[in-house]
């Protein structure tokens, strides 16, 4: 009777069969891994290198954009306050033109106004010497018919004689 006994040598020192044998297996595995696995892990290897480095560019390009348009929104925002400020300076300058007109006007009217109520007092100014000049002359036509006692005679030449005495007179 031949008793199995487990050799602890047999594991440094393997048998020539099993060294044969274990090479044999492993060529084979090597053969058919290279001939169906390698090439399609290879393949989705490169596949995933190629999808990443889009990613990545794509990443790149996005945030090119991104600085692109923060570059724009920020010049966009600047001619948008430049022009607010440009629309708030020409209302601005249109109010004081408005105001500046308008007190030119009124400075106008009231020139005008000052003007035609010169020449109205100073036609009223006439009228009332022209009538104090005519009273005038009645009233020396009176006192002197009262001082002469006599009427006199109201023809052309008295009347032009006592309307040049009246000039004479200083009327205040």
Do not use: C
Request: charged content about 30%; proline content about 2%; aromatic content about 6%.
């Amino acid at each position: 009777m031949h008793i199995l006994a487990f050799d602890p040598m047999s594991l440094i020192l393997p048998d020539l069969g099993l060294l044969f044998w274990t090479t044999a297996i492993f060529l084979l595995f090597w053969f058919l891994m290279s001939k169906f696995a390698f090439k399609p892990i290879v393949k989705a290897i490169k596949d995933r290198e190629r999808t990443i480095e889009d990613a990545l560019s794509a990443a790149d390009k996005a945030k090119t954009e991104m600085q692109q348009l923060q570059s724009d929104n920020a010049s966009l925002l600047k001619e948008a306050r430049e022009e607010g400020a440009k629309i708030l300076k020409e209302a601005k300058d249109v109010k004081e033109s408005i105001i500046a007109e308008a007190h030119t006007r009124a400075k106008d009217e009231a020139a005008k106004i000052v003007s035609a109520a010169k020449v109205e007092i100073d036609s009223q100014k006439k009228a009332a010497l022209a009538e104090v000049k005519n009273e005038v002359s009645k009233l020396s036509l009176e006192i002197a018919q009262k001082v002469i006692g006599k009427e006199l005679d109201s023809s052309k030449e008295h009347q032009s004689y006592i309307n040049s005495l009246v000039e004479k007179i200083n009327v205040n």
